[in-house]
Nanobody, 121 residues
Framework: QVQLVESGGGLVQAGGSLRLSCAAS????????MRWFRQAPGKQRELVAV???????NYADSVKGRFTISRDNVKNTIYLQMNSLKPEDTAVYYC???????????????WGQGTQVTVSS
């Protein structure tokens, strides 16, 4: 019913920037919390950024000050602006959203397919 499609990943040099996008389509009534996760090789998936329904944001300490999560409710799209990238940021990045589907479906959680970000030294 709902699909999240990511784009914007790629290979960049350390210090560079990337902007990830995640567009949602389907029968969406409203967005609640929206998140970006990442999973590096050999590591578990970690939460890197959240934007809550009220607009407040939270970031992992490792990305605070460098990454910015944002949303465009008109386009049903969330973004992750990544600046001053470091090799340790290399990971597959996933968007995740709590989406209200209306009554009676209620709230459901969806994942994007993931997009690879590789930062070279």
């Amino acid at each position: 019913q709902v699909q999240l499609v990511e784009s914007g990943g790629g290979l960049v040099q350390a210090g560079g920037s990337l902007r990830l996008s995640c567009a949602a389509s389907g029968s969406i009534f409203s967005f609640n919390a929206m998140r970006w996760f990442r999973q590096a090789p050999g590591k578990q998936r970690e939460l890197v950024a959240v934007v809550h329904s009220g607009g407040t944001t939270n970031y992992a300490d490792s990305v605070k000050g460098r990454f910015t999560i944002s949303r465009d409710n008109v386009k049903n799209t969330i973004y992750l602006q990544m600046n001053s990238l470091k090799p340790e940021d290399t990971a597959v990045y996933y968007c995740n959203a709590d989406i209200h589907l209306g009554f009676p479906e209620g709230l459901a959680n969806y994942w994007g397919q993931g997009t690879q970000v590789t930062v070279s030294s």
